[in-house]
């Protein structure tokens, strides 16, 4: 997986006082656990933006003094209002720990059931994995292009050796359904030759019943 540098400096004061000066500053207050103890500090807010505004997903080398330490971003907050980011934890990553991220799922191909009329449905854009850091893949593959409507794609069909993913297997990943103006268009067809089954069935009753009249009359003569 690729990783994104953040250069920050290790906080001393954690205090709220502190905290909303580092604010002011254009700087983001950060923590990163999973060590032997949190490490506080902060970096400018500008260096977050590759690694939040997108929809790809990224580890952080952060550089601390002089150190480096490997980590994911485990929380963020933004501000209510203005969507600034307000804090960051991180996770520190270590080569034989397993950790828990979520990948984007990406599609490849042209689905036929689409080209034939149906609509792609792709409720689950990302999925839950856990890996060793070394097995993080940048995204998951799906591949659609033999999808006829109908047809679906389960979490089972985009599985690895190289990690789990945290669903179930009969999880639906994505699906060609048929287009609700085709499922209109069908049932409107099935009631007009209803109807029309309907009308000619009146017609052949009417002229069975108007070609017997005359036997009638006839027998009563």
Request: hydrophobic fraction near 40%; charge should be negative.
């Amino acid at each position: 997986m690729k990783s994104i540098t953040i250069k920050g400096s290790q906080r001393e004061s954690v205090g709220k006082s502190s905290t909303k000066a580092l604010r002011n500053a254009g700087k983001v207050p950060c923590v990163l656990y999973g060590g032997d103890k949190p490490l506080h500090f902060s970096a400018d807010e500008i260096t977050f933006r590759n690694l939040v505004y997108t929809p790809n997903v990224y580890t952080a080398s952060i550089e601390l003094d002089g150190q480096k330490y490997a980590a994911i971003l485990q929380d963020i907050q933004f501000h209510p209002v203005t969507d600034k980011i307000l804090h960051i934890d991180f996770y520190q990553l270590f080569d034989d720990k397993e950790v828990t991220m979520n990948i984007p799922v990406k599609l490849e191909g042209n689905a036929p059931g689409v080209i034939a009329g149906g609509v792609l449905r792709f409720p689950n854009r990302r999925l839950r994995v856990r890996a060793i850091p070394a097995n993080l893949p940048d995204f998951i593959t799906a591949d659609i292009s033999k999808l006829k409507i109908g047809d679906k794609i389960y979490v089972t069909d985009v599985a690895s050796d190289d990690f789990s993913i945290l669903h179930p297997d009969n999880m639906v990943v994505c699906q060609v359904r048929m287009a609700r103006a085709a499922i209109t268009t069908t049932v409107d067809e099935d009631e007009e030759d209803e109807e029309g089954t309907e009308e000619g069935a009146a017609t052949e009753e009417g002229a069975t019943e108007g070609a017997a009249a005359p036997e009638a009359e006839a027998s009563q003569e």
